[in-house]
């Protein structure tokens, strides 16, 4: 079993940059998928970005493309979402996901993934 706790988040402007963390302990994620996702309020919980930490090739949001980058480095057991050009439609509690039991090469979604961190709320005001 994977425990994972993200950090990062907080109160920013739009057009800031935050950067989100993932530490994973319990077991060494080398070789599996890496994904964050979002909700926010009275919204289901939807995909971000993922990464497959042996391999070059990521996933992202639509919504995300080319303000977000999903990175992840082994040694630390430690995934990375760096957001810039924050929205204030990115206002969500963040999640990282591991457990990955999906086809990668279709954009990965909640039900492929099996272990969740608590969340970190990252609020974006306009």
């Known amino acids: 079993q994977v425990q994972l706790v993200e950090s990062g988040g907080g109160l920013v402007q739009a057009g800031d940059s935050l950067r989100l963390s993932c530490v994973a302990s319990?077991?060494?994620?080398?070789?599996?998928?890496m994904g964050w996702f979002r909700q926010a309020p009275g919204k289901e919980r939807e995909f971000v970005a993922a990464?497959?930490?042996?391999?070059?090739?990521?996933h992202y949001a639509d919504s995300v493309k080319g303000r977000f980058t999903i990175s992840g480095d082994n040694a630390k057991n430690t995934v990375y979402l760096q957001m810039n050009s924050l929205k204030p439609e990115d206002t969500a509690v963040y999640y990282c996901?591991?457990?990955?039991?999906?086809?990668?090469?279709?954009?990965?979604?909640?039900?492929?993934?099996?272990?969740w961190g608590q969340g970190t709320q990252v609020t974006v005001s306009s």
């Open positions: 990464i497959p930490l042996s391999a070059a090739r990521t």
């Open positions: 996901a591991s457990g990955y039991s999906g086809n990668y090469r279709y954009t990965p979604t909640v039900a492929d993934f099996g272990s």
């Open positions: 319990g077991r060494t994620f080398s070789g599996y998928v």
